[in-house]
């Protein structure tokens, strides 16, 4: 496979994430975080044991290597990002959420930079901050009202620190899909993640409840599994093939996505700046996708 794919792979990404993060707020809010992240991972870890169970022994017989330290800083990075990301969900609202996540873009480029000396051109580096700045412009409504909001409500801090973490977890597991392979890095921190939260809910006395609710709101939590599941397989596949700011980068923009589903099934109006975020952010998208995709 070529990087050509792993850009096309990202924006496999970047539509799954658009559509999945609309139930993920929905499920937080009915069944509650750990409960979201259990039946996530916990179907994640299902569905990619086929794949990849006759290369499970090799990861675990050398607890003291360097994929397994990866593997395992990844899933606890994650599954740390993760519950800030649905608290932050769950407490704020969307648009006040959407573009602080931004930040994880430049969290994961740096982390890549120093530590794995991924280098990108400096136009692709002009093209991924006009990506974010469109970003940003999309998700306010109001510039004043927004900017106010996006300083004073409650969940702004959580929202940042979580966004800041999420690039370390995005960070790790293009690392863990580049020492391992997409696959097996999904896996791993599905199976961890599905563990841990297990035993929080059954500490807790909702394991049972957690299963029944699972059946009852199946309309919304298995599709959201899916897309999910989808999203950060792809995303893992598109950075072991892309430069990983670039990969972050496309898949970040399904902020995009949201906008466009808006204007399309609920025909929302968006303010003159957000038309021109829109258009900054498709322009700068297409663009650093093509040149990453050429070279």
């Known amino acids: 496979m070529t990087t050509s794919v792993g850009i096309g792979l990202a924006f496999v ?50 607890p003291a290597s360097k994929s397994f330290f990866i593997l395992l800083a990844c899933s606890v990075v994650l599954f740390i990002a993760a519950l800030l990301d649905f608290e932050a969900l769950k407490k704020g609202k969307l648009a006040v959420v959407e573009p602080i996540w931004s930040f994880e873009i430049p969290a994961a480029a740096l982390l890549a930079f120093f530590i794995l000396g991924e280098r990108i051109s400096w136009l692709q580096i002009v093209l991924i901050a006009l990506l974010i700045a469109g970003l940003i412009a999309v998700s306010f409504h109001k510039v004043k009202s927004s900017l106010k909001r996006l300083l004073m409500e409650k969940g702004v801090i959580l929202a940042l620190v979580a966004a800041i973490v999420m690039g370390v977890a995005n960070f790790l597991v293009g690392w863990g899909a580049r020492v391992t392979d997409p696959l097996m890095v999904n896996f791993f921190l599905n199976v961890f993640i599905t ?38 397989v792809a995303f893992a596949f598109s950075m072991s093939l892309a430069p990983i700011a670039v990969a972050v980068a496309l898949s970040e923009s399904y902020i995009i996505v949201a906008v466009i589903l808006g204007l399309a099934i609920n025909k929302e109006r968006i303010q003159f700046h957000q038309k021109s975020g829109l258009v900054l952010a498709i322009f700068s998208a297409i663009i650093l996708a093509t040149i990453t995709g050429a070279s």
């Not at 799954?16 to 991972?41: H, N, V, Y």
């Not at 059946?215 to 897309?227: D, E, H, K, N, T």
Request: glycine share 8%; net charge positive.
């Open 13 to 62: 990404a970047m539509l799954c994430w658009g559509f999945g993060d609309f139930l993920i707020q929905k499920s937080t809010r009915k069944i509650g975080d750990w409960e979201t992240l259990f039946i996530i991972c916990g179907f994640g870890a299902l569905v990619l044991l086929p794949f990849v169970w006759r290369d499970i022994p090799a990861v675990i017989s050398n």
């Open 195 to 232: 563990a841990v939260t297990a035993v929080y809910l059954i500490a807790k006395g909702k394991f049972s409840k957690t299963i029944r609710d699972a059946v009852f709101y199946r309309g919304v939590l298995l599709p959201m599994s899916i897309l999910d599941n989808t999203a950060w």
